[in-house]
């Protein structure tokens, strides 16, 4: 479908529906992304309208800043949103995220975009708490949706056509969410990847819905950490999952709510031990697999563990949501070229102070 570079209508109404009947929405109404609108949006970003940030599949389309910046309005962001939008938008055009591929599964697979750092706070207050992942914040919602309305609208992924989900989930339309550092006893989660503590990053993972993981802790218990493991452990290994069927390549993101987290970190846990104690118990015995799935699990000895993640580096362990029983497991595809890795770029979060 070829769509004119300005459209015309008689009015906002007839507007919002011509984008509807051109699928330039996610089905839900969007803000009309008139020139004066974009315009503004493109001169928060500081850069150069026609800068390609990258190639968006499955159609390849090249991600410029006017075209982001159109998604954007599209989706409802402040100017301060947008860095956030462009640095994910940069990391999931990165190879090694196979977005194009991602895009054409039938796996319900969706970008999670994690933002740590001042971002947090500068890219218009991305919440970590109550209901992050829920309705009712603001930026939350919008930049989510913005990278969503960019893969349909630049990548060219359609229900049914080029995005042949079986049936998706709600983290389709948004999936945001940053972490809780002050409410976090372990250090910020991009520290991990090798930034500074006050650098501006957003990760970006394709993930599943949330999988609810509820566990109350002993307090008196000395060793109250191996159930908590074993709990979280038993979410991850779920048998049902591609991480235990196809090999245990891909990422599993783990959001800790704050108690719980506290519990590991107190029996002296940090982020490394908590990823390699989860990559080791979340397995099953070959013959359980078998037993469930005998097509998809290759040959060998029935009592050899098949692990639901090899690389304990692909445990993305971060902290967020409210003090009490429930964390949160994101399963992931595992499939493309590799393997559906996580991916990460520094930004800076206020590359133009002033916006007319």
């Not at 159109?70 to 640095?87: E, R, S, T, Y």
Request: with cysteine; aromatic share 2%.
């Amino acid at each position: 479908m070829t769509i004119p570079n300005l459209l015309s209508t008689p009015d906002e109404p007839a507007a919002v529906e011509l984008l509807h009947g051109l699928e330039c929405t996610d089905g839900l109404p969007v803000v009309l992304p008139t020139p004066e609108r974009v315009d503004r949006m493109v001169l928060a970003t500081g850069l150069d309208p026609d800068l390609v940030v990258g190639e968006m599949g499955p159609q390849g389309g090249a991600a410029t800043v006017h075209k982001i910046a159109i998604n954007a309005v599209m989706a409802g962001c402040l100017p301060d949103h947008v860095p956030v939008v462009l640095a994910a938008i940069g990391a999931m055009c990165k190879p090694e995220f196979d977005l194009g591929e991602m895009q054409g599964t039938t796996h319900c697979t969706a970008p999670l975009l994690i933002v740590n750092g001042p971002a947090r706070e500068a890219c218009g207050g991305i919440a970590s708490g109550f209901g992050a992942l829920g309705p009712g914040h603001r930026a939350n919602a919008c930049i989510g949706r913005a990278v969503r309305l960019a893969m349909t609208n630049i990548g060219g992924a359609r229900p049914g056509r080029s995005d042949m989900a079986l049936l998706g989930h709600p983290g389709k339309f948004a999936y945001c969410l940053a972490e809780a550092e002050e409410a976090s006893p372990l250090p910020p989660f991009h520290t991990s990847l090798g930034y500074s503590p006050d650098a501006s990053v957003v990760t970006v993972v394709g993930a599943e819905a949330p999988h609810s993981v509820i566990h109350s802790p002993d307090g008196d218990d000395p060793r109250a950490d191996d159930p908590l493991l074993d709990t979280l452990a038993a979410v991850i290994a779920n048998q049902g999952s591609n991480n235990m069927h196809l090999g245990g390549g891909g990422a599993v993101t783990v959001v800790l709510n704050p108690d719980h987290a506290a519990v590991l970190a107190g029996a002296g846990h940090d982020r490394a031990s908590i990823r390699e104690a989860l990559a080791e118990r979340a397995a099953h015995p070959r013959r359980a697999m078998r037993a469930l799935n005998p097509k998809m699990v290759p040959a060998g000895d029935d009592d050899d563990l098949l692990h639901a993640v090899r690389d304990p580096a692909n445990v993305l362990v971060v902290v967020g949501g409210a003090g009490g029983l429930y964390s949160m497991v994101m399963p992931s595809w595992c499939g493309g070229p590799h393997a559906n890795v996580a991916v990460h770029a520094a930004f800076e979060p206020n590359p133009f102070c002033e916006v007319p």
